[in-house]
């Protein structure tokens, strides 16, 4: 089992709807993930993922194991994120978008993660490394979406819902590692 071997990065990040960025929600672009002695994602350059979506994932990781029977969501780095549903019965918001994505397990053991591949190879982590990589990347796209200005609020209050509840999420969950 390999050691400290984990880095993810955003190498490019983009809107989809180029043509009003404003109304946009989901931020998109590519990803590099190198697990142990495994690149797992940044391998082609047409791949363009939902970054926003893939923070928030990995935000969930930092405090719960994410396992093929426990996700935190479809995928880590999910092909599409586009379905934000919250209500007062959910502990969370659901993410919901194509079938699509790249993916690996996160399982803490004793101040460390397991990370193991699709592939089954598997890395010990020290946690706090973990957290340092995962939080440079939720920040990235943080300040993405700073950088890009105020949103347009979606007209339709369910959708409204999920988007601002994906961001009240985002923040409480994000507050607690300062």
């Known amino acids: 089992m390999n050691t400290n071997k984990f880095s993810i990065e955003v190498t490019e990040m983009n809107w989809l709807f180029k043509e009003d960025i404003h109304a946009d929600l ?98 010990l982590v020290d946690f706090n490394f973990y957290k340092s990589e995962v939080l440079k990347f939720v920040d990235r796209v943080e300040n993405f979406y700073i950088e890009s200005g105020e949103k347009k609020m979606p007209e339709d209050e369910f959708d409204r819902r999920g988007y601002l509840e994906f961001w009240h999420e985002w923040k409480m969950r994000r507050s607690k590692w300062k």
Not at 36 to 42: F, M, P, V
Not at 77 to 93: A, N, S, T, Y
């Open 26 to 123: 989901c931020a998109h672009g590519k990803v590099k993930v190198e697990i142990g002695n495994e690149l797992i994602a940044g391998i082609k350059d047409d791949e363009n993922w939902t970054i926003s979506a893939s923070a928030l994932f990995l935000l969930r990781t930092l405090e719960r194991n994410h396992t093929k029977e426990n996700q935190v969501g479809e995928h880590l780095i999910p092909c599409c994120g586009f379905f934000l549903v919250f209500d007062k019965d959910m502990d969370e918001v659901y993410v919901g978008g194509c079938p699509s994505g790249i993916d690996w397990e996160v399982i803490h053991e004793n101040g460390n993660v397991k990370l193991r591949t699709e592939s089954g190879k598997e890395t």
